[in-house]
């Protein structure tokens, strides 16, 4: 990529309010998950990163005169985290957690969606890899944002295969886990139990 490509979508992300180029998955990660809070908690009075609020923190952190390598040089993730302040980011741990760890279960990483609007107060779901036999003693589904959005389970098999999604884990468990044992007994006898 060239430099004069390069300003020109640098000058283009500050004026259009979208992440700029050499923003990387931490701090898309991290936008993700304030957005979540600003739209389920629109009272904690986040500064929201929709279209708007990317303009004025890009602004409040760039010229838009930086040369490639002082704007690359700038640590995104710093300059958000002094930008939405530190008490704040502090909370996020709480209402959007990296990690959930499930009751008698796993401890999930969850994947937050750059597809959360909070211009138009939409939340999306994160996401969470789980293997199947690992919640079977879990009773519950988790959720995130106080309690307001559930997390898409990407159930998979022992060995990583997809198998199917919910956001409702116990009706999963009663109602399409079944349709599925007898194959996941056969290729995974030692996790699932001999049928």
């Known amino acids: 990529m060239d430099d004069d490509w390069w300003q020109e979508?640098?000058?283009?992300?500050?004026?259009?309010?979208?992440?700029p180029p050499h923003a990387d998955d931490v701090f898309q990660a991290l936008r993700a998950r304030i957005n979540l809070v600003c739209v389920v908690s629109p009272d904690l009075g986040?500064?929201?990163?929709?279209?708007?609020?990317m303009k004025a923190f890009l602004a409040a952190t760039f010229t838009g005169d930086e040369t490639r390598g002082e704007a690359e040089g700038k640590d995104l993730v710093q300059a958000l985290v002094e930008f939405?302040?530190?008490?704040?980011?502090?909370?996020?741990?709480e209402i959007a957690?990296?990690?959930?760890?499930?009751?008698?279960?796993?401890?999930?990483?969850?994947?937050y969606s750059t597809d959360t609007d909070p211009d138009r107060g939409e939340a999306s779901a994160p996401e969470?890899?789980?293997?199947?036999?690992?919640?079977?003693?879990?009773?519950?589904h988790p959720f995130v944002g106080?309690?307001?959005?559930?997390?898409?389970?990407?159930?998979?098999?022992?060995?990583?295969?997809?198998?199917?999604?919910?956001?409702?884990?116990?009706?999963?468990r009663r109602e399409e886990l079944p349709v599925h044992m007898?194959?996941?007994?056969?290729?995974?006898?030692?996790?699932?139990?001999s049928a």
Not at 46 to 53: H, M
Not at 147 to 171: Q, S
């Open 146 to 172: 106080e309690g307001l959005v559930a997390v898409n389970l990407c159930l998979r098999d022992p060995k990583g295969n997809r198998v199917d999604h919910t956001f409702d884990w116990p009706r999963w």
């Open 84 to 93: 939405v302040g530190e008490t704040k980011i502090g909370w996020l741990a």
């Open 9 to 19: 979508e640098f000058r283009a992300a500050i004026e259009q309010g979208i992440d």
């Open 128 to 140: 969470a890899d789980v293997r199947i036999h690992q919640m079977l003693d879990c009773s519950e």
């Open 46 to 53: 986040y500064a929201e990163l929709g279209c708007a609020g």
């Open 182 to 193: 007898d194959r996941l007994r056969d290729k995974f006898p030692a996790e699932f139990g």
């Open 97 to 111: 957690p990296e990690r959930f760890e499930l009751e008698n279960g796993p401890k999930l990483k969850l994947r």
